[in-house]
């Protein structure tokens, strides 16, 4: 039983009620003697009891002051180091796997198996994941081809991705049902702008709306690292990543070494710099599971350089506070990153990015104005084209206020709970006839 959880043991507390139980019925029975038979003996045992109830109040008194304080700070970063060894060592290990996999040294079944075995080892942050990749390695060798085994790890938005795009790949006739789950996850991607009989507005005349650029996207997320604006520049990255790079395709690769797909060496760096703004921003989930992306799939994969790079940048030098810019710095800052997102038409990105700060700019009034006017002059060309219009996944025309439109970030909570939904209802069991060859893994706390 450590100080800093100090009624994790059960016994104790149940030890600590049974005296107090005790000592209330042995009370209560001298007081009942004592008033129905007036036996002088007893005044005398009351007191010793009475004596003996205050010195054992003192005593629990201590024990309790005792456990609740609160831990020091040495103690906090022991109990940290010793959850980040955990994580890493669970990490090193599906690094190993993987890499064992990749140059054919275990087949995929016993890839599968061992990071099945490894999900139920490992820290719950990393469970889902390393279910995941259990089912890409039967994934790339077409030992999986039904995606309801799938299914549980869609609601974790670390890998909520990743496992969509793996369940359009193995379903590709459902695909349009996996593009409007896309749609949710990424408002801003081009999946958010087309469905049934609706136009794809990319790469087009007028200009696509949004029209993404990794290199403003990558220059977006390190203004808001400047600004100390580390949950935005997660976020950013996250964008970067999964609206704008290309998924790639599973099956149609190898496991490492191609460079068309989110978990691929070129993307490295990408899951390095969202697990260290997640990390400044307490999103664990997204922290430890794109710092093992990073290790295992990055340029570092096979290095054993990549633990301990992991390990400076986690668990190393203490946090540098973060500085306050002066008020006209922040305000050039957030000037600037308004302004790149209404260069790739994302008028609703910026529009909303001012209303949320804009206690640290000067004329935001005057600004959101000439914005909206902007938007409403980039609908206008598209009203004469197309008949309807769906932009971030939301209807502008016919039936829709383009002055409503919003830019939500990647995998936003409500997304993330619709898209859930949609995929549990267009595939109920009943509906689902697994493959043969299909391996149904235990999922341990990953549900």
Known sequence: MTIAQPFSNKLFIYQIARAFVKMFRLRRNIFTRHHTQNDPRDLETESQVSTANSIFLVITGFIYLGFMQKPSAAQERLTENHLLLEIFESIDRMRGIWQGYATKE?????????????????????????????????????????????????????????????????????????????????????????????HVLVDIYPPGLPALNGEILLEIAAYFEQL??????????????????FHGWIRQKTPIGDNSGWLTSSNGLIHELIAKNAKKSGFEDLMYTHLAKAVIFGDRGSDAAAKIASLKLFSGDPEVPSVELPFQERDLLLSKIADLYISMNMHPRAISLIKEHETLMNNSFARILDIQSQWLGLIEAYKAIYPKIVLFGQEVWPNGDPMAIAAPWPSSDEAMAMAQEIIKNEFKESRMTPFPGSQHWSWGNAE
Do not use: W
């Not at 087949?107 to 099945?116: N, Q």
């Not at 996996?178 to 999946?191: E, H, N």
């Not at 949950?231 to 990543?241: F, G, K, R, T």
């Open 106 to 198: 275990i087949s995929p079944t016993e890839a599968a198996s061992l990071l099945s075995i490894e999900s139920k080892r490992s820290s719950p942050q990393l469970q889902p994941f390393a279910l995941y990749l259990a089912f890409r390695a039967q994934i790339e060798h077409g030992l999986l081809a039904s995606p309801i085994d799938l299914l549980p790890l869609i609601k974790h938005r670390a890998i909520a991705m990743d496992v969509l795009q793996a369940m359009a790949e193995i379903e590709f006739g459902n695909r349009h049902v996996y593009a409007k789950c896309f749609s949710m996850l990424l408002p801003t991607s081009r999946y958010s702008n087309h469905g049934e009989d609706i």
């Open 228 to 245: 100390s604006m580390f949950e935005y520049a997660c976020y950013a990255y996250m964008e970067y990543l999964y609206a704008f790079r």
